[in-house]
T-cell receptor
Framework: KQEVTQIPAALSVPEGENLVLNCSFTDSAIYNLQWFRQDPGKGLTSLLLIQSSQREQTSGRLNASLDKSSGRSTLYIAASQPGDSATYLC????????????FGSGTQLTVLP | GAVVSQHPSRVICKSGTSVKIECRSLDFQATTMFWYRQFPKQSLMLMATSNEGSKATYEQGVEKDKFLINHASLTLSTLTVTSAHPEDSSFYICSTPNFGQGDTEAFFGQGTRLTVV
């Protein structure tokens, strides 16, 4: 059974700092990996999706990498802003899973002005 | 882009009553809908998978008689929490895979915050 772990559970940084969020998964047979943002009491916003054949994806100040063989992904946020404060979730989609996702428990990020 | 509309966004109900949560796909046909539950400071956990016109598949530990799922049409899936109790208080969110457009991300509803008092 796939297990997804995210560290740290919470992170607080001053505005402008670059930061890295980590995600690991136990079964490397994945179809893709996604990073989401969740604001308090709200739904999910998809940030980046990395296919299993890809190594990284970039969108603006966000860069996500994937090392499938080691079961790891990182989300890099450059020049953090207070508006980046949210919980960041990674999720993997496995083969034969009918496209359901297995989520990590998230990293709660606070960017201090 | 495609949208999944989930209602209500918040609901407070008395213990013992039932609550229905709806997820509608607004501009595409959703043959499959996933229902997730998220307790405070925990991850989203898959509860069940509904497929249009057939019975839902429930994950281990999820009571199918308590969490009734109906997917009677290609644009509507509902989750009914029957005889709700305070321990059912949680954030419920639906999601449908983006089968129609290849390898892109799934679509999520806005979520429903259920509080049972």
């Amino acid at each position: 059974k796939q297990e997804v772990t995210q560290i740290p559970a919470a992170l607080s940084v001053p505005e402008g700092e670059n930061l890295v969020l980590n995600c690991s998964f136990t079964d490397s047979a994945i179809y893709n990996l996604q990073w989401f943002r969740q604001d308090p009491g709200k739904g999910l916003t998809s940030l980046l999706l990395i296919q299993s054949s890809q190594r990284e994806q970039t969108s603006g100040r966000l860069n996500a990498s994937l090392d499938k063989s080691s079961g790891r992904s990182t989300l890099y946020i450059a020049a953090s802003q207070p508006g980046d404060s949210a919980t960041y979730l990674c999720a993997v989609e496995g083969y034969g899973s009918a496209r359901q996702l297995t989520f990590g428990s998230g990293t709660q990020l606070t960017v201090l002005p | 882009g495609a949208v999944v509309s989930q209602h209500p966004s918040r609901v407070i109900c008395k213990s013992g009553t039932s609550v229905k949560i709806e997820c509608r796909s607004l501009d595409f046909q959703a043959t499959t809908m996933f229902w997730y539950r998220q307790f405070p400071k925990q991850s989203l956990m898959l509860m069940a998978t509904s497929n249009e016109g057939s019975k839902a598949t429930y994950e281990q530990g999820v009571e199918k008689d308590k969490f009734l799922i109906n997917h009677a049409s290609l644009t509507l899936s509902t989750l009914t929490v029957t005889s709700a109790h305070p321990e059912d208080s949680s954030f419920y969110i639906c999601s449908t895979p983006n089968f129609g457009q290849g390898d892109t991300e799934a679509f999520f509803g806005q979520g429903t915050r259920l509080t049972v008092v």
